[in-house]
């Protein structure tokens, strides 16, 4: 246990005069104490306190030490705190029965100070590193869920544009000797700027994923929302096309403040949804409302819509 550090102790003792005596040997740079004579005292502070370890004496009145340590161990809230029993007893089967109702350790009355802090510090030494191994673990759950959520994300935003590509591609193979030079210009010319576009996304979908890392820092500016719907729907154009789908914006020159890429990102893929479920020759509306301070924006279409439920 690392010096200079505080761990909250609670002590559950019958006895008034133990738990004087431990407030006073337990060192006070190292150990926050907290008292209760009681089972139901006990309950009662675990519910509003949090706390590192748990000395519990085996014989209160009431409940005894092991029941009390049971229905600690029975909870979610307290089943990770360590408990260390407190005892005249010393039996081979006392000591089973305190290990099998969830203790770590026992120590002996009369108090022996020396032994008792040693004790505390080698169980809460192992808290502390179980506590960090926990949070690695939570840490490393956390970092694939978000992993495993960027993947999704790029695969959505990536298949519209690039089948729009790979569209064009098989129009050029397959019409190329019946198409004349301007008409494969034109081809041409569409797929150099539908390549821009895929790089562009990828660029913004990339700087989306250092965010989530905390490596990107947002950066909000005033932007037309003109400007930010025309760039969400350039690398969808295509399918656009392919599905016959039209595009009516309502949307009148409003300045917002906002993250250019993050608000992009949402803005295709609300398109790429309305893209997906419209059917073709379809229509998908852009309308965008003031309200205060704040713009409203909407994208309508005639797909098979959200059930209800």
Request: charged share 25%.
């Amino acid at each position: 246990m690392p010096r200079g550090s505080t761990h909250t102790i609670l002590a559950v003792d019958d006895i008034p005069s133990n738990l004087l005596t431990l407030r006073a040997i337990l060192p006070k740079d190292e150990f926050s104490f907290t008292g209760a004579e009681d089972a139901s005292k006990a309950f009662e502070l675990l519910e509003t306190q949090e706390f590192d370890l748990i000395l519990l004496d085996v014989m209160l009145p009431g409940l005894d030490g092991y029941a009390v340590a049971q229905t600690l161990k029975a909870s979610p809230r307290t089943a990770s705190i360590p408990i260390i029993f407190v005892t005249e007893l010393s039996t081979e089967e006392e000591v089973v029965r305190g290990f099998a109702a969830g203790g770590v350790d026992f120590v002996s009355k009369p108090f022996r100070r020396t032994e008792l802090v040693s004790r505390l510090r080698t169980h809460l030494a192992l808290q502390d590193k179980n506590r960090a191994l926990e949070k690695a673990a939570a840490d490393i759950r956390k970092a694939n869920q978000e992993l495993s959520r960027f993947l999704s994300i790029l695969a959505h935003d990536l298949k519209n544009p690039f089948s729009g590509f790979v569209s064009l591609l098989q129009e050029l193979l397959v019409q190329s000797d019946k198409m004349n030079h301007e008409e494969t210009r034109e081809v041409l010319l569409t797929m150099d700027q539908t390549a821009k576009n895929v790089h562009r996304l990828l660029e913004t979908l990339l700087d989306w994923g250092l965010s989530r890392t905390g490596s990107l820092v947002l950066q909000p500016e005033p932007l037309p929302l003109n400007f930010l719907i025309e760039e969400a729907l350039e690398p969808l154009a295509e399918s656009f096309r392919r599905k016959k789908i039209s595009i009516t914006s309502e949307v009148e020159f409003a300045l917002v403040l906002g993250d250019r890429y993050t608000v992009v990102t949402v803005l295709r893929n609300l398109l790429s949804n309305a893209i997906k479920f419209t059917p073709t020759g379809g229509n998908v509306k852009i309308e965008a409302e003031a309200q205060g301070s704040e713009v409203e924006l909407r994208i309508e279409d005639n797909g098979v819509g959200i059930p209800p439920a």
